[in-house]
């Protein structure tokens, strides 16, 4: 059993898909690796894969509080992830238009599609034991403290730009 271990190290050094045991998993990559858990025995079981934590303990409680955005249906068109079923008012304008300008407008929304990634924040699961790992936050068997609050400082242009250009003078210096 590992004591501790960061979300990095969970990626990096672990297979893919596989169950640790540790006493503590910490999100040091603010949420960037996906991280699950499951709480047993006071200690944690942890993957990147939320069905290998239902395989390996052996059960299934579904959770049916959980519902994430059909991804098939919004990349199809059909519904829009902040809106749900989607009225394609756009759509009914566009095939109004010349041929040829339709043809220009459907390819740029295609190519425009890589780019629209549909995201929920969520920390449920599809199995109501097994929750997702918060952006900086740090769970053992018993507790989670998230090492991170948001303040919302940064609410400017200006102010965004000057701290970025400090941060990297600052790190080109070290």
């Known amino acids: ?14 297979a893919a898909n596989s169950v640790i045991e540790t006493n503590e998993i910490k999100d040091v990559n603010a ?8 709480r047993s025995d006071g200690n ?5 894969s939320v069905i290998s934590l239902i395989e390996e303990s052996g059960e299934f409680s579904y959770n049916s509080s959980f519902k994430p955005p059909n991804f098939i249906d919004i990349s199809s068109g059909k519904e829009s992830p902040s809106t749900g079923p989607f009225i394609n008012i756009v759509g009914r304008f566009i095939n109004m238009l010349p041929e040829e300008i339709q043809r220009r407008v459907r390819l740029k929304h295609e190519l425009s599609k890589e780019h629209r990634r549909p995201w929920y924040t969520t920390w449920e699961t599809v199995d109501h034991r097994i929750t997702k790992l918060r952006p900086f936050e740090c769970v053992t068997g018993t507790e989670a403290e998230r090492g991170f609050t948001p303040t919302f400082s940064i609410n400017t242009t200006e102010k965004l730009i000057k701290l970025t250009a400090e941060t990297l003078s600052e790190y080109k210096k070290n």
Request: hydrophobic share 30%; glycine share 4%.
């Open 1 to 14: 059993m590992n004591n501790k271990l960061t979300t990095e190290e969970l990626y990096l050094d672990k």
């Open 31 to 38: 949420g960037m690796y996906p991280c699950y858990y499951l």
């Open 44 to 48: 944690l079981k942890i993957s990147t």
